[in-house]
């Protein structure tokens, strides 16, 4: 309750924030609430420890016109449909930061752009490195394992990079692509009963609200251990998930704002540096599997060289 009043304010604020006090760093968000205003509560907060003038707004038509014109030393984006929008603001020369998203969808964004346009646009992605998950499978069940997973149209670009990782990791890597999620009930049936393991990965046409339940149950069914990307995917049934919370992102978010102030820029695109493991005690049971605790799995995997 305190921090989504925190959230309002901030926004109220943030509707001047072209007036005569004008903001270092405007923070524009795909909507109000939730892991966004998370986002933006934390990263406002680390940048006032700076004396950073900061405002917050949430996407919209006036947005646009505004920061047409109006132009902030700096502008981050959290979210999906906020990274939209910056991206077609094309008269903008100032630097932008997006967050709480996908690699793949920054990457779509990005080539939309100019070449001398795209060195304006850096980000901190949502999803993890493919090799920070099958580092958790190596670690909780051991090498010589069969990891399965289900690539959608997006996320089959990184079949070559995944395959790599987990040949590096004594790990084969198992894959399906669907152009639906029509086809993954499908696709899990013949993965999963030559796996020893899946890993989710984001794609927006396999990893959804949706499509989460049949993937879990269908898991449950096999008795297959999964790694998941996020907190909900654990809590819903996963064995295990790697990920970085929204406040965890807000945090890296403002040294990322500290450096680009100070001048250092351009900065290269890069998923989160900071991470959070969890475990699903009862599907860990209900596996036989008994674990490590979640603050010795994430210190064991940051002992791991990138």
């Known amino acids: 309750m305190i921090r989504t009043l925190g959230f309002f304010f901030t926004f109220m604020l943030g509707i001047g924030l072209f007036g ?21 509560d934390v990263l406002q907060a680390e940048l006032q420890k700076s004396s950073i ?12 016109e505004e920061l047409s014109t109006h132009h902030p030393q700096l ?14 603001i094309s008269n903008a020369r100032y630097p932008v930061i997006s967050t709480l998203l996908p690699k793949t969808s920054f990457d779509n964004l990005l080539a939309t752009q100019r070449l001398s346009d795209a060195k304006r646009f850096t980000a901190i992605y949502i999803d993890q490195p493919i090799g ?3 580092d958790l499978v190596r670690i909780v069940l051991g090498s010589g394992r069969r990891v399965s997973v289900v690539l959608g149209p997006e ?15 004594g790990l084969t890597l198992v894959a399906e692509r ?7 009930y499908p696709a899990l049936q013949r993965l999963m009963s ?27 069914r096999f008795r297959l251990p999964v ?32 450096l680009v102030l100070k001048g250092n820029w351009p900065i290269s695109p890069r998923f989160p540096r900071n991470f959070s493991v969890g475990i699903n005690g009862h599907i860990a049971r209900s596996l036989g599997l008994r674990l490590d605790t979640e603050t010795v799995l994430k210190d064991r995997l940051q002992r791991i060289p990138d």
Do not use: C, H
């Open 227 to 258: 790694v998941g990307y996020s907190a909900g995917y654990v809590k819903a049934g996963a064995l295990m998930g790697v990920y970085t919370t929204p406040a965890q992102i807000g945090v890296e978010a403002g040294d990322l704002v500290r």
């Open 194 to 220: 030559v796996s020893d393991a899946m890993v989710v990965v984001p794609d927006v046409q396999i990893a959804n609200s949706e499509t989460a339940q049949n993937l879990l149950l269908t898991s449950f």
């Open 20 to 40: 005569s006090a004008r903001a270092d760093v405007l923070i524009m968000l795909s909507s109000s609430g939730g892991a966004y205003a998370e986002v933006a």
């Open 75 to 88: 502008l981050v984006t959290v979210g999906t449909k906020a990274a939209q929008m910056a991206f077609q």
């Open 155 to 169: 996320s089959s670009r990184n079949l070559d990079q995944m395959v790599t990782a987990a040949e590096s990791r």
């Open 178 to 184: 669907i152009e639906r999620s029509s086809e993954l």
């Open 132 to 134: 920070r998950q099958l």
């Open 53 to 64: 003038k900061v405002s917050v707004s949430v996407i919209g038509q006036q947005t646009v």
